[in-house]
């Protein structure tokens, strides 16, 4: 009875230009990724390949227990700035000897490894991950440090990653650093930090300061070997706990460290799942090219959820917000799904209750995002949208639950903070191609700058130039449309990745199942007010 029936027409000629729409976002995507996959470009990987050494990704696979999955996270990274898409960092989650592990590997073909500001950002969100999951983290190191012309943008905010190892350690949860080359100067802290440390013969550099440093001050002449080489390390000053004779070696050695953490799961693994009823490749055709058209939700949750089984929540009652109960990979959830874009008084409320439900039930939250915003005009104003509004916020913010986000569609003003946005926090927050998200739709935005513009100039009884408007107005819609963008919000860090959304119940399943290492317990009150 609670089995969703899907009324997608996959021979329409709508879904048919949805789903074009959205395999020509897909090649684009592909293409960016690509950037990222190719790191330094040829010259500096034949250069790395030269010397005898894997890149940032063979390192991971041979790190992996065999054809098990890695979710790579935020992989555009920096798109869009001066710096190299990915940040000269790989990380993600993956399973070493069946233990799910928050790996970062540096990419030292992209300037020697160094660290640019957003390979801080993106360094510091995967230490969030590993913290909220309990996941041990595995830092596969090769970087000469910081990137120095940015310096100014990372020599204080990077303390930051040597307070969270060890905050990490403190929480019980286990560091290991694999030294594979360079890690020197501040990045000497990261394995100085770790609980286990792992070094390459004769490849592994580990000191504060290197030979021309130590030259410049004390005078003092020294070779990398004696100063901080593996052998020393691992034979005079104690900081090496593994001796490596080659990179696979040192990854040989990690995974039988992680063998004996006894590093367990807070959670037991659930029973095997039956899939949904409907063909997930068939999502390529929900959302409409143009986020005007609205779309149901049901359509997704159909092709996401077990056996495509959902108990909706008060079905008949503020239906623009699609609420209720089912699984994924065997792992209960609720989800709240924008139905037509707009959230009114009743979404608010019904969201509201919903969350308290699920706090109630120790059910993590699926927010699936399609939302214009809240409501306005008068008649919204004097019924109370603020004050609803606010209720849902303050679930959210207040929820103990683990959260997950995903953008499918729109997701604009007080909405994206209602349905989870990531300042609030989600566990992880990934987004589709046709996902767009700002303070409003461009030609919103463009509209209200007009109207201020025109009043203002009438207020001063000055004629107004209906040709400057149309160019601003032109302006201006462009600019915020391309900062709406998936891409560029991604390589801000404002999600953990832009997805396929055919892989949207494989990416959800994997974080469902990192989410379970940790144990976390619902709210049993303690919201804010909620005004009536």
Known sequence: MTVLSSALDT???????????????????????????????????????GRGKL????????????????????????????????????????????????????????????????????????????????????SLVESGGADLPSQKEIFIPGGAIFRDLTRLSAAGIPTIAVVFGNSTAGGAYVPGMSDHVIMVKERAKVFLGGPPLVKMATGEESDDESLGGAEMHARVSGLADYFAVDEPDALRQARRVVARLNHRKAHPDPAPAEPPKYDPEELLGVVPGDLKIPFDPREVIARLVDASDFDEFKPLYGTSLATGWAALHGYPVGILANAQGVL??????????????????????LFLHNTTGYMVGKEYEQGGIIKHGAMMINAVSNSRV??????????????HYGMCGRAYDPRFLFAWPSAKSAVMGPQQLAGVLSIVARQSAAAKGLPYDEDGDAALRAMVEQQI????????????????????????????????????????????????????
């Open 344 to 365: 009114f008084s009743a979404e608010s409320q019904k969201a509201a209750q919903f969350i308290q439900l699920a706090n109630q039930r120790d059910i993590p939250l």
């Open 402 to 415: 683990p959260h997950l986000s995903v953008l499918m569609g729109a997701s604009y003003g007080a909405g």
């Open 11 to 49: 021979a329409s000629p709508d879904y048919r230009a949805n789903r074009d729409a959205m395999l020509a976002r897909l090649t684009d995507l592909e293409a960016e990724h690509a950037k990222a996959l190719a790191g330094g470009g040829a010259k500096y990987v034949e250069r790395h390949r």
């Open 55 to 138: 890149l940032a990704r063979e390192r991971i696979e041979l790190l992996l227990d065999p054809d098990t999955p890695f979710l790579e996270l935020s992989p555009l990274a920096a798109w869009g700035s001066d710096y190299a898409v990915g940040a000269s960092l790989v990380t993600g989650i993956g399973v070493v000897e069946g233990v799910e592990c928050l790996i970062t590997a540096n990419d030292p073909t992209v300037r020697g490894g160094a660290s640019n500001p957003w390979s801080l950002k993106k360094a510091l969100r995967a230490n969030d991950i590993a913290l909220a999951n309990r996941l041990p983290c595995i």
């Open 481 to 532: 449309e391309s900062e709406s963008l998936p891409k560029f919000l991604s390589g801000r860090l404002y999600d953990d990745g832009v997805i396929d959304p055919r892989d949207t119940r494989t990416v959800l399943g994997l974080c469902l199942s990192a989410i379970h290492t940790a144990p976390y317990e619902g709210a049993r009150g303690g919201f804010g007010v909620f005004r009536m």
